[in-house]
């Protein structure tokens, strides 16, 4: 069975430039939740959808950041515009509709110069 | 304030040297405490969730074990396979979906 899948893997970008990171859920899965991932703070949830609705989103860091889930396969994670200190790895991750338990993606490492 | 602290923050075992990593946790309502091990550019892989107190699970040379206060993940004669980062999570009642992580521990297990 295929797993999260994320695009693109890595992103190199210059500081002002939109960003754009998505992400693919387990097929069957009802929750998608988008994670920051950084040495200073470790692993942080950003936003999280149940049903393709926003449930929690006090850990977006600030307007810069939206995010989407225009259907039950498919969110993006936009930033624009990006600075440097956005540079981290961006996971995604989705959870079944009987379980507690979240699957992780591969993960976008951005480098935002 | 919800918060999970695990310690030590490295550990460097000999194979076959048994250890415990610990997870210690403050939050409103414990829902679910969960263990999952990350590779060096992979995303978190799950391994355990523990519901209440005196629970235990196992997968091969880990275990995990729960109280009111923090988890234990005993790792038994470890490989060298073993080693990479385990990372312990909380999800508080009331807030499903919400997983607040520690910063980790990073295992190395040489042979």
């Known amino acids: 069975d295929a797993g999260v899948i994320q695009s693109p893997r890595h992103e190199v970008t210059e500081m002002g430039q939109e960003v754009t990171l998505r992400c693919k859920p387990i097929?069957?899965?009802?929750?998608l939740f988008w994670y920051r991932q950084t040495m200073m703070r470790g692993l942080e949830l950003l936003i999280y959808?149940?049903?393709?609705?926003?449930?929690?989103d006090s850990g977006m860091p600030e307007d810069r950041f939206s995010a989407k889930m225009p259907n039950a396969s498919f969110s993006t994670l936009k930033i624009q515009p990006s600075e440097p200190r956005d540079s981290a790895v961006y996971f995604c991750?989705?959870?079944?509709?009987?379980?507690?338990?979240?699957?992780f993606g591969p993960g976008t490492r951005l480098t935002v110069l | 304030e919800d918060q999970v602290t695990q310690s030590p923050e490295a550990l460097r075992l000999q194979e076959g040297e048994s250890s415990s990593l610990n997870c210690s946790y403050t939050?409103?309502?414990?829902?679910?405490l969960f263990w999952y091990r990350q590779d060096p550019g992979k995303g978190p892989e799950f391994l355990f969730t523990?519901?209440?107190a005196g629970e235990e699970k196992e997968k091969e040379r880990l275990k995990a074990t729960l109280t009111k206060k923090e988890s234990f993940l005993h790792i038994t004669a470890p490989k060298p396979e073993d080693s990479a980062t385990y990372l312990c999570?909380?999800?508080?009642?009331?807030?499903?979906?919400?997983?607040?992580f520690g910063q980790g521990t990073t295992l190395q297990v040489k042979p």
């Open positions: 991750a989705s959870g079944g509709v009987y379980t507690d338990t979240q699957y």
């Open positions: 097929s069957g899965h009802n929750s």
């Open positions: 959808f149940n049903n393709n609705v926003p449930i929690d």
């Open positions: 939050v409103s309502g414990l829902r679910g």
């Open positions: 523990l519901y209440s």
């Open positions: 999570a909380v999800q508080a009642m009331g807030n499903t979906g919400k997983l607040i």
